[in-house]
């Protein structure tokens, strides 16, 4: 492979103008070589009861003026559609931990009001319960990702939670939920067993954690065997939550106890959280930054890459057959809190390099495919790296969320390798990969090449070599905007869309030119 390129054609031509360096990289990608699935499921959603990402982001209620199907927002369910959303994490997070799904069910006038004190101590009305968390994921058609209660709950509560969502049998719980107007069973695809329980979720040691996993996990259980037939409910433990030490004594514990597990508990999944922050408590401006700020962002962001790789180690030695899935059910970009909103609520704008983290993010995980089938981005709506922000009736599109509509063609593609020299871009004492690549064969067999270009400031020429597909055509889109903290604004909802882009074929490779600082999906015809 000839290493990256660098061209100052234009300066010799023309002395006036400034040099122009176009950067060239090639990408050499055969299709014979596939590799693991691309889970779907690594494009999952996660949405807190915290701030506005529930109660304004989802739910509105029957009676707003905001148009809405029994209380869940029109609008936001239309554009999460688009998403192809395989599942949500739901009702936390911290909050998780001491939610108690009695206050959550049953006539909406004579629902328990609770406080939230994980996210500011604001009341918690329990509108938004089991109901009508599932009836938006019917209407949006993604599967249920349910985090019991670990920390401040019971066994028994959690499994008659999961009795009343799940049996079919005239039981007194099956009887209430359909007095509460669900007759027919819910299906849970997922159960987390805790969450963050080494911290928010109970302070737990690797060990105190362990025996109450083996526990949750015997008797939390789907009661309806006619569901289990077709899909078995996956359980995901509690699992670390970055590089450090005891992260990974974690993480050799939990899955050291289930080398030797008995049939009498088991797991599918281990949790991992890691947020890109810089530095704690979080304090990186997510709107109005210069290219600096971007550089280290993205920095931090690709130390995701180690982080999966050293936990995946550790599981392949007690797990060679990969039967347990590393699940990153929290991740994203975290911020300091917008000036003027409240801190509780992590209130953050979503810029081009939003984006640019989350194809970045994205694509680890697709080059984990084999051992990372699951990963939830923090978070759906108005918290945290949201898709979407709302003002009351108003909604905009963020740039990640037009990553995720554009990575759709990835969901359960297979993984085929890319070979690259991806160049270098530095900004001070930070220097990146210029280029990020993956590519994906679909369903019908269709190829998709991703392809995300770092630097700022130089377009990238990329040449592609393809091995076992002769391409007539390549097009597909391209997101990228004026600058890197470039944002969609409810007055300006169209800075940062994507736009059309195709590539030439030249002498049978493909070769296109990639704006700078940005992510582009093509298909290649054939
Ligand atoms: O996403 C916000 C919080 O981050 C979650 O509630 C918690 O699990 C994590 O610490």
């Given at each position: 492979m000839r290493p990256l390129l660098v061209s100052f054609a234009l300066a010799s031509m023309a002395l006036t103008a400034p040099a122009v360096a176009t950067v060239k990289v090639e990408l050499s990608v055969d299709v014979s070589k596939t590799g693991s699935k691309i889970d779907r499921n690594i494009f999952g959603q996660f949405a807190e009861h915290l701030g506005h990402g529930v109660y304004e982001?989802?739910?509105?209620?029957?009676?707003?003026?905001?148009?809405?199907?029994r209380g869940i927002r029109t609008d936001v369910v239309t554009a999460l559609k688009a998403l192809k959303v395989p599942n949500v994490r739901w009702p936390g997070g911290c909050f998780a931990d001491e939610y108690h799904w009695r206050k959550g069910i049953g006539p909406a006038d004579r629902r328990v009001v609770s406080l939230n004190p994980n996210w500011g101590g604001v009341t918690e009305p329990n509108t938004f319960g089991t109901h009508e968390f599932l009836d938006f994921l019917d209407q949006i058609g993604a599967d249920a990702y349910i985090s019991v209660n670990v920390g401040s709950g019971t066994p028994q509560e959690a499994a008659e939670w999961l009795e009343y969502m799940t049996t079919a049998q005239p039981t007194t719980l099956a009887k209430e939920r359909a007095t509460n107007g669900h007759p027919a069973p819910y299906k849970v695809a997922y159960l987390g067993i805790g969450n963050e329980s080494w911290d928010c979720g109970g302070n737990m040691t690797p060990d105190y954690y362990l025996s109450q996993l083996k526990v949750y996990s015997r008797f939390v259980r789907n009661f309806n065997p006619a569901q289990q037939d077709k899909q078995q409910m996956l359980k995901i433990a509690v699992g670390p939550g970055g590089g450090e030490p005891r992260w990974t004594e974690w993480t050799e514990t939990i899955m050291k106890a289930y080398q030797h597990h008995q049939w009498s508990w088991d797991i599918n999944g281990l949790s991992m959280h890691s947020y890109t922050v810089g530095q704690w408590p979080p304090s990186f401006a997510s709107a109005n930054f210069g290219e600096t700020e971007y550089s280290q962002i993205l920095k931090f962001t690709l130390a995701m890459e180690d982080l999966v790789s050293k936990h995946s180690v550790i599981m392949d030695k007690y797990d060679p057959e990969k039967k347990v899935a590393l699940v990153v059910d929290e991740w994203g970009a975290w911020y300091a809190p917008l000036p003027g909103s409240n801190p509780a609520f992590l209130v953050q704008q979503n810029s081009l390099r939003d984006a640019i983290l989350a194809s970045l993010n994205l694509n680890i995980f697709a080059r984990h495919a084999d051992r990372v089938r699951g990963a939830n981005i923090a978070?759906?709506?108005?918290?945290?790296?949201?898709?979407i922000l709302t003002d009351k009736e108003r909604m905009v599109l963020t740039p990640t969320y037009y990553v995720f509509k554009m990575y759709v063609p990835f969901q359960d593609a297979t993984f085929v390798p890319v070979a690259l020299d991806a160049g270098t871009y530095t900004r001070g004492d930070i220097t990146l990969p210029c280029v990020d690549a993956i590519a994906g064969k679909d369903t019908a067999g269709k190829l998709w090449l991703e392809i995300t270009d770092l630097d700022p400031n130089e377009p990238v020429e990329i040449e592609v070599s393809l091995a076992g597909i002769r391409a007539k055509s390549a097009s597909g889109h391209t997101l990228t905007a004026p600058k890197v903290d470039s944002v969609n604004t409810f007055d300006a909802p169209n800075t940062v869309v994507p736009k059309p882009i195709s590539a030439t074929v030249q002498g049978g490779k493909l070769v296109l030119k990639l704006e700078p600082k940005s992510v582009t999906v093509i298909s290649v015809e054939q």
């Open positions: 982001g989802i739910w509105v209620g029957p009676d707003s003026k905001i148009p809405n199907t978070q759906m709506i108005n918290v945290l790296q949201a898709m």
